[in-house]
């Protein structure tokens, strides 16, 4: 048999291998439809991108716009295996369509979601039907509480405020504070609530002040307040984003746009990889990553210890992880 005949047969062979490969392997189609196009939710989709890694090759993946959606109609869509609405007006606008598909929501918050949920009550929401499960940025009280003592050791007594949208963190954070030996002063400021004369009383009976993210109207309402008394009584305050401690918080605990795609492109991973099985339905997770932003003035001025980032962050997880065992064991 000549050389160039065997090169013939061989080339024929490679050929056929790789059609029926690309046959044999049907990709996965999912669509990201995104609230915006600004930077966060871009980051947001490279997170994921990223998290993907080898098995993107798997998968056909599709970014669309919330606006080109409402625009041309939602044609295809109903042709996909897993519809992922990134942001909150993604996810309402998602869960509005008869889409026959299990829908993710992420780069929400969870007082969007209960806002729109059956039962709000418990920590275990029902979501609104058509809706899968969610990853949402706010962070699980467990760790907000640990950070806390974390950064004032001598604490005992944490205080916070909460809108009607975000009661059902209230019952939580109660839990975590109990389960970590501490107590906590709150109160609900209702949309008649006198602020400064609420917020005055937890403070006069708090250690340290815990932000709860809530709505955003009610977020700027009391913002400054909060800050402002925290100078006033010398107490630190755990905020919720960079912007809250350049504020004056003396640090805050938040998860940034990439990590939670990176929580979201493991959560396809998952999908890809069992299905249904590997992620239970009606289901709402904390994000894995995070990110601390100190500010070491505020620190200084409290008399805190000062620490790095990549210290408290350390102590933070480990802190964390025995918490959560004690937790199972009881």
């Excluded at 295996?81 to 969870?110: C, H, I, K, N, Y």
């Excluded at 602020?195 to 400054?224: G, H, M, W």
Aim: aromatic share 6%.
């Amino acid at each position: 048999m000549s050389l160039l005949f065997k090169r013939i047969i061989w080339g024929v062979c490679c050929l056929l291998l790789s059609v029926g490969t690309s046959h044999g392997q049907e990709q996965t189609r999912i669509v990201l439809l995104l609230s915006g196009d600004s930077n966060p939710y871009q980051e947001v989709v490279a997170g994921i991108r990223s998290a993907l890694g080898k098995k993107a090759g798997d998968v056909s993946l599709e970014t669309v716009s919330l606006q080109s959606v409402a625009e041309t109609g939602l044609a295809g869509l109903d042709e996909i295996d897993l519809l992922v609405a990134v942001g909150t007006r993604a996810t309402g606008f998602a869960l509005a369509q008869p889409l026959d598909v299990p829908v993710f929501s992420t780069f929400v918050t969870r007082s969007s979601l209960v806002a729109a949920a059956a039962d709000s009550r418990t920590p275990g929401v029902q979501f609104p039907e058509g809706l899968h499960s969610a990853i949402v940025l706010d962070q699980p009280a467990t760790r907000v509480v640990a950070l806390t003592r974390l950064i004032a050791p001598q604490a005992k007594r944490l205080g916070t405020v909460v809108n009607n949208s975000a009661t059902n963190r209230l019952e939580e954070f109660k839990a975590a504070v109990a389960q970590q030996h501490l107590s906590l002063t709150s109160a609900m400021l209702l949309e008649d609530s006198n602020p400064i004369r609420d917020l005055k009383q937890v403070f006069a009976e708090s250690d340290a002040f815990v932000v709860i993210p809530d709505v955003s109207s009610f977020n700027s309402k009391t913002a400054k307040w909060i800050l402002f008394l925290s100078y006033r009584h010398r107490i630190p305050v755990i905020g919720y984003s960079q912007k809250y401690t350049e504020a004056g918080a003396a640090i805050s605990l938040f998860t940034e746009p990439d990590q939670v795609g990176r929580d979201t492109g493991e959560q396809i991973l998952g999908f890809l990889k069992h299905g249904h099985a590997g992620n239970p339905q009606n289901v709402v997770r904390y994000p894995r990553y995070f990110s601390l932003a100190v500010n070491p003035t505020v620190m200084d001025s409290l008399g805190l210890e000062p620490q790095t980032i990549a210290e408290l962050k350390q102590r933070l997880l480990q802190l964390e992880s025995v918490v959560q065992r004690e937790a199972e064991s009881e």
